[in-house]
């Protein structure tokens, strides 16, 4: 439970490539000739693979197993994009060797591992953004349809989604609810790739994109303001801030509607720990979604579990 070689070893099979090269069988010589890695320490790699099943001993050196086949990139399982160490969902896990100095102060790992913080970098290495916009939409692909189906989207004639991503789920609500307009904001270049995505399934007469960051003013006067997956990547600071901007635009009688894990209930504890270290955030309970909607005049509504994995609360004002 403790030892580290094992996810060590997988992330760097992935990020070496191993597993897509070695579909074909290679001795350790061949690959490290290949890639310039040295040949001894690749062996030494590659028998704990071995041991783990991710590759074979062959008669002419190694060869990827069926297990393994499962860490190619083309498997389409969102998993050699999560573990290479070059990546977004990589790189941040490589945080938790800071998890004592965010146990002990409450603040992200990444920026003391990194020197600054997961978004800056993501802004400044365009290759991060776009592995983690993939990752989000990987990690949406199968709860979508529960995300839809699971609440009265209908009851919202108009809905921004705040930090909306490619905009794999508002475009999957406006297919569903023809009545419907959605106004996705997000940074460039992911703001751009949601007009894709809306004119992909079919919605592009129905959504609008707005390039802005959540701290900043809002589309104001929208029957509702989704915040999915967002209050989580923040400490409570951050999250006042994401929620004044959404109480300035919202109307008297519109909505707040955060989507997430609920601390206590659906939130996993390693999920928990990952959101601390890599963001400073954390999954939060009930109480403390209703104590920091308390702040901004905000009450929750109503509660309701979307898929297992996600509520929804619903917020409003008074």
């Known amino acids: ?22 579909a074909e069988e290679a001795t350790a010589e061949e690959v490290a000739a290949e890639r310039g890695l040295s040949p001894v320490p690749l062996r030494l790699l590659l028998n704990h693979l071995a041991t783990l099943g ?12 069926e297990l393994g086949a499962a860490l190619r990139r083309d498997a389409d399982n969102g998993l050699a994009n999560l573990l290479h160490l070059d990546l977004a969902g990589g790189r941040a896990e490589l945080a938790f060797v800071e998890l004592l100095h965010s146990v ?5 790992g990444y920026a003391r591992l990194f020197g600054q913080d997961f978004w800056t970098d993501l802004d400044q290495r365009p290759h991060l953004r776009a592995s983690f916009d993939k990752q989000m939409t990987d990690r949406f692909r199968a709860q979508v349809p ?3 189906a699971g609440f009265d989207w209908a ?13 794999t789920l508002l475009a999957a609500i406006l297919a569903a609810h023809p009545g419907i307009r959605g106004h996705l904001v ?6 751009t790739e949601a007009g894709a995505t809306f004119r992909a399934h079919q919605v592009a007469d129905r959504a609008q994109t707005t390039v802005g960051s959540f701290f900043d003013p809002l589309p104001a ?20 801030v994401i929620l004044d901007r959404c109480v300035e635009a919202l109307p008297p009688a519109g909505r707040v509607l955060v989507v997430e894990p609920i601390g206590g209930q659906l939130a996993a504890t390693e999920f928990d720990l990952s959101m601390l270290v890599i963001f400073g955030g954390r999954e939060r309970t009930v109480d403390e979604f209703r104590a920091l909607a308390a702040v901004h005049g905000l009450a929750i509504e109503s509660l309701t579990d979307l898929s297992g994995a996600r509520c929804l609360l619903e917020l409003r004002l008074g």
């Open 1 to 22: 439970m403790a030892g580290l070689s094992t996810p060590m070893a997988l992330r760097v099979a992935v990020t070496l490539g191993l597993p897509d090269r070695l």
């Open 54 to 65: 991710i590759v074979a001993r062959a008669d002419c050196g190694y060869r990827t197993t």
């Open 104 to 108: 002990t102060t409450g603040e992200s």
């Open 146 to 148: 529960r995300l839809v």
């Open 155 to 167: 009851r919202f004639p108009t809905i921004v989604d705040v930090g909306g991503g490619v905009g």
């Open 186 to 191: 997000d940074l460039d270049p992911t703001a």
């Open 221 to 240: 006067g929208a029957d509702a303001y989704l915040l999915c997956d967002i209050l989580h990547n923040w400490d409570d600071e951050h999250a006042h």
